[in-house]
């Protein structure tokens, strides 16, 4: 279940490469393999269920999409995800959901797209040709529009910083950046002493919290009645 959880990051930065960045060859997919496998290492769990090679690793993630994953309560949940309505936005929220209805579904298009297919297979999700080729056209669309946006906005501050010390912009040495403040627990837990608040320095970084708390796919949270109680993230 562990490592389950950690190949699903790993595939979700292949296949964001593949439709939004221009993809990857398959000496830099290799790579990436061989770089995940040295990120679950640090965890210090067990490396059995790891597969050896990136031949392994395909096999085993078609096996598990085709024989063991199901259509349960989480998935039906992603299916009913809504975006957060920022706290300073004075629309009420009933409003705010109708606003965005479409670009929710839009976001769930995508999703679509992005999942193997045997998994659209068995959620009955819908996926033509047409709908490959008009996504392909829109990745390529969202990977020109990036050229123009700000690296502060569109990287996260560690990887801004890396980039920045690998062109000798920054010292060797410098310290670790925080983590931003849109890496911040749910508001309930924030006040919880095994969580840690950054503090938001910048005009950028609250830009680049803005966009990634309302906009992004990794926040959004399905939409639940008050009395139905909140279960913990995989």
């Known amino acids: 279940t562990f490592y389950w959880a950690h190949a699903t990051f790993f595939m979700l930065i292949i296949k964001t490469a593949e439709y939004f960045c221009g993809g990857l060859t398959e000496a830099e997919k290799r790579q990436l393999f061989d770089e995940h496998v040295q990120w679950y290492r640090m965890y210090g769990m067990s490396m059995r269920p790891v597969p050896k090679t990136w031949e392994d690793f ?34 009420p929220t009933p409003l705010w959901d ?101 503090r938001r320095k910048s005009l950028l970084d609250r830009a680049g919290s803005l966009v990634h708390t309302t906009f992004s796919l990794s926040v959004l949270r399905p939409a639940r009645r008050p009395d139905q109680r909140r279960a913990p993230a995989a």
């Open 98 to 198: 109708q606003l965005f209805r479409p670009m929710v579904g839009a976001q769930r298009w995508i999703a679509a797209g992005l999942f193997d297919p045997a998994v659209r297979e068995k959620a009955g999700m819908r996926w033509t040709p047409g709908d490959e080729v008009l996504l392909r056209i829109f990745g390529k669309m969202v990977e020109l529009a990036f050229v123009a946006v700000p690296d502060e906005i569109r990287l996260h501050p560690r990887a801004l910083s890396a980039y920045r010390r690998a062109a000798g912009k920054i010292p060797a040495d410098a310290p670790l950046v925080e983590a931003p403040g849109f890496m911040a627990p749910p508001r309930d837990r924030r006040g919880l002493p095994m969580h840690y608040l950054p």
């Open 58 to 91: 395909q096999d085993y993630w078609d096996s598990k999409c085709r024989d063991e994953l199901e259509i349960n309560r989480a998935t039906l949940d992603i299916f009913s995800i809504r975006i957060p309505k920022p706290w300073f936005v004075l629309m």
